[in-house]
């Protein structure tokens, strides 16, 4: 039995969403809590997704990801990528909203996610050709990524059964429009060569690359 019944979950918001986010951190904390962590072992995790669309910020909202701490033997996380998580060694990742979002929400474990990088990779190379330069839409990690067993153990139990954090993620997402008619892999990533030309025009202003 794992800590999060699938069968419990529904749908909270899209990709990069606050009560999404929210939804995933609260996933997480509860798992961790359950965890066998030392009441000295620190960590953090902040995803970051930047050149969200306008509607994912409403009220005010700063920037779109969510973030878990582990610290002094508690658990906590919420809405955001605040600087007292990024000051924490640990899993910090930002990436533009657009090249994570769909693929977000397959389901996967070890074989699907190793699918999802090869289409990943194919995506990345296609609109490379199609700008003409290379990594058009990298982002600056904060810091080096730590993910060690303390932590991924518990956040990635069950993944090959359809729990762990990433399937329970993708429960909760909600489908954003953008993708809808666009064409995607198995695991949901975009295939840039199979778009149409105003399909990729729009993915291109959708991932904020300048032409």
Known sequence: ??????????????????????????????????????????????????????????????????????????????????????????????????????????????????KRGEGERAMREAIEKYVGCKNPYSEEQPSEMWWPDTVSGPLMAGSEEGNGLHNIAATMQIQSPEFADWPVTEMRVPIFDEMNDEQKKDFIKLLAIDM
Request: net charge negative; charged share 30%; hydrophobic share 40%.
């Open 1 to 114: 039995m794992y800590v999060i019944d699938m069968s419990t979950l529904k749908k909270e918001g899209e990709f990069g969403s606050k009560a999404w986010g929210e939804a995933c951190a609260s996933a997480a904390v509860k798992i961790l809590e359950t965890a066998d962590i030392p009441d000295d072992f620190e960590w953090a995790f902040t995803e970051c997704y930047t050149h969200p669309p306008a509607r994912l910020m409403e009220g005010g909202r700063e920037k779109a990801g969510y973030y878990i701490i582990v610290k002094d033997g508690k658990v906590w996380g919420g809405d955001g990528e605040p600087e007292e998580a990024l000051a924490i060694r640990g899993f910090h990742i930002r990436a533009r909203w657009a090249a994570l979002c769909n693929q977000s929400g397959a389901f996967y474990g070890k074989e699907g996610g190793r």
